[in-house]
Every structure is written in C-alpha cells, then in structure tokens.
Antibody, heavy 123, light 106 residues
C-alpha cells in the first residue's frame, strides 16, 4: 500500500526549532518530489514548500511565510523526508501534511497525502 | 502574491449538480487542481490538470477551466460528497490554495 506517515509533531515554544519526518512506504520516495502542506486550526490549506527529486534538480521552493525559516530535506536511501522548522512562531501552529508530488505536463499535483502531524507553538 | 478565490459555501440537494468556482488572474493559463477534504481526514486529489480524474475518483466529478475561472462540477451529488473542496494552482513554482468551499448536501 502506498503510504506516507508523518511524525515529530508536538508542543514547541516560540523561537525554538522542531523537525518533522515523513516516512514513505509502498513506493520509492526518490522517484518523486515531496511537498509539505499545513492547515491551521479551523482554517484552509496552505502550501509550505517542496523538494524536487534529484532527476528534476533536487531544488527547493518555499512559501514566503516560511522562506528562510523552514527547510525540506530527504534521505532517499531511507525513504524519509524532513521538514526542519526554525524560529517557530505562534502562527505556525497547524497540522502538517507531507504529500507525494507528481510532475505533470506543466507543474505538479499532490496525489498521496499522509494523515498529518500536529505542531502547536505556544509558551 | 498570487491568489485564488472560492465561494465559502455551496448547498445542493441529493442527486442534483453542484458547481464550485475558483477565480484568479489568468487562471485559465494555468492548470487547476482540486482537493476534497472530509472532516477529520486528509485531503484527496479529485481533479488534476483542469479536467483529469485520478484512478478511483467517481465519474460524477469533473473539472473545467476558462478565462479567469476554474470549475469543479459534481453531478448527481451524493451525501458522501459533503466536504470542503480546495482549488489549487502554481505560480512561478509556488503552490497556492484557494480559500476553500464547504459543500453541504441538504
């Protein structure tokens, strides 16, 4: 079964750091771009950023709201992707989803989603 | 930054057609993607590249795009289709989600 499982969420103090992990099973993570999407409590979806697969340059893109603070990385040999979140703000409180991201005709689509992990930023 | 806008809510009777719109500058020049999210669940891709349906998505879901508007249509709406629906586009390789539309099946 194709699956993504997020882990690493919890309570973090403002200004501190946390690293989320996304473990893939049922497919080869290295064959895909990997995105992170978040959803604040009671709010809509917000794209956070992605890391292209090595065959597409292995480069990253980030939303303006997290650029410079968040970093997406991956260990394809282990089938795990990461989201390093530094200088946490209360507005980063959300459920964080990792998604398998497919290169389409012009851009990308997110065809497999994990169940999400919750990050709460509070003192 | 690029923005896409959706109506907050749409109501539909069982068996009828629901149409959800998504508007953005020159949206018709980009591909639109649609995701369904039921309460307490992760989003699911229902339409990609404006009109394509992933394997396992019922034929009652269809998509179209023209001008500045993309539309998700649910034909013969069922109670199980009650959910939040999000459109999404890419602008200079940055992902942008719409504000979301809650579909209520009355």
């Amino acid at each position: 079964e194709v699956q993504l499982v997020e882990s690493g969420g919890g309570l973090v103090q403002p200004g501190r750091s946390v690293r989320l992990a996304c473990t893939a099973s049922g497919f080869t993570l290295g064959d895909y771009t990997l995105s992170w999407v978040r959803q604040a409590p009671g709010k809509g979806l917000e794209w956070v950023g992605f890391l292209r697969r090595k065959g597409y340059g292995g480069t990253t893109e980030y939303a303006a709201s997290v650029k410079g603070r968040f970093t997406v990385s991956r260990d394809d040999s282990k089938g795990i992707a990461y989201l390093q979140m530094n200088s946490q703000k209360t507005e980063d409180t959300a459920v964080y989803y990792c998604t398998r991201t497919v290169e389409g005709v012009l851009d990308y689509y997110m065809d497999v989603w994990g169940k999400g992990t919750t990050v709460t930023v509070s003192s | 930054s690029y923005e896409v806008t959706q109506p907050p809510s749409v109501s539909v009777s069982p068996g009828q057609t629901a149409s959800i719109t998504c508007s953005g500058d020159n949206l018709g020049e980009k591909f639109s993607y649609w995701y369904q999210q039921k309460p307490g669940q992760s989003p699911v891709l229902v339409i990609y590249e404006d009109t394509k349906r992933p394997s396992g998505i019922p034929e009652r879901f269809s998509g179209s795009s023209s001008g500045n508007t993309a539309t998700l249509t649910i034909s013969g709406t069922q109670a199980m289709d009650e959910a939040d629906y999000y459109c999404q586009a890419w602008d200079s390789s940055l992902g942008v989600f719409g504000t979301g539309t809650k579909v209520t099946v009355l």
